[in-house]
T-cell receptor, first 115, second 113 residues
Framework: DTGVSQDPRHKITKRGQNVTFRCDPI?????LYWYRQTLGQGPEFLTY????????KSRLLSDRFSAERPKGSFSTLEIQRTEQGDSAMYLC?????????????FGPGTRLLVL | GENVEQHPSTLSVQEGDSAVIKCTYS??????FPWYKQELGKRPQLIID?????GEKKDQRIAVTLNKTAKHFSLHITETQPEDSAVYFC????????????FGTGTRLKVLA
């Protein structure tokens, strides 16, 4: 499968624990996005990387959240001191400018449940 | 701030009928509008998109229309089939900065056999 991959697919953790998710984008894509999706809602933008540079962070991304893309390839999203409100699907997407549009291709997501 | 409203939230149609989902966006700088289909437990999949310099685009049974003046865009599915049942999301973005997508809240389409 040459699409966007995410690991793990599911994570159950206790409140207060730290969790880290990984995203591997499509190999030639230089742009990488993280979104959060809660039940019955559309994905909400969290943060964006162009190559290794993190260029925008949403107000949704509290100081407990940190994301990295150290070599401009895979990315990690870490949540420290998890809270029950962090329970959601975390989606990663990547894109490459083509024909003047920015089509984003999504990974399967990591579903987080905080108990 | 930027916002995309999507209606209806649920839609049931008989197999073979048409389905229409409507979205309204607030950011006048938006100029690219993708539609995604998300089946239960699966990733969002792009089904069709439209750029602001085009008023309509069609791909087999799926079409999208855009009214930039009214900031409206719509998804039309004709001759619906049971496998069209899914949640559909519209999104809007601008060709500047991050190109982040602002998504609608989704429409759950159920095609009744």
């Amino acid at each position: 499968d040459t699409g966007v991959s995410q690991d793990p697919r599911h994570k159950i953790t206790k409140r207060g624990q730290n969790v880290t998710f990984r995203c591997d984008p499509i190999s030639e894509h230089n742009r990488l996005y993280w979104y959060r999706q809660t039940l019955g809602q559309g994905p909400e933008f969290l943060t964006y990387f162009q190559n290794e540079a993190q260029l925008e962070k949403s107000r949704l991304l509290s100081d407990r959240f940190s994301a990295e893309r150290p070599k401009g390839s895979f990315s990690t999203l870490e949540i420290q001191r998890t809270e029950q409100g962090d329970s959601a699907m975390y989606l990663c997407a990547s894109s490459l400018r083509e024909q003047g549009r920015q089509t984003q291709y999504f990974g399967p997501g990591t579903r987080l449940l905080v108990l | 701030g930027e916002n995309v409203e999507q209606h209806p939230s649920t839609l049931s149609v008989q197999e073979g009928d048409s389905a229409v989902i409507k979205c309204t966006y607030s950011d006048s700088a938006s100029n690219y509008f993708p539609w995604y289909k998300q089946e239960l437990g699966k990733r969002p999949q792009l089904i069709i998109d439209i750029r602001s310099n085009v008023g309509e685009k069609k791909d087999q049974r799926i079409a999208v229309t855009l009214n930039k003046t009214a900031k409206h865009f719509s998804l039309h599915i004709t001759e619906t089939q049971p496998e069209d049942s899914a949640v559909y999301f519209c999104a809007a973005t601008a060709y500047s900065g991050t190109y982040k997508y602002i998504f609608g809240t989704g429409t759950r389409l159920k095609v009744l056999a």
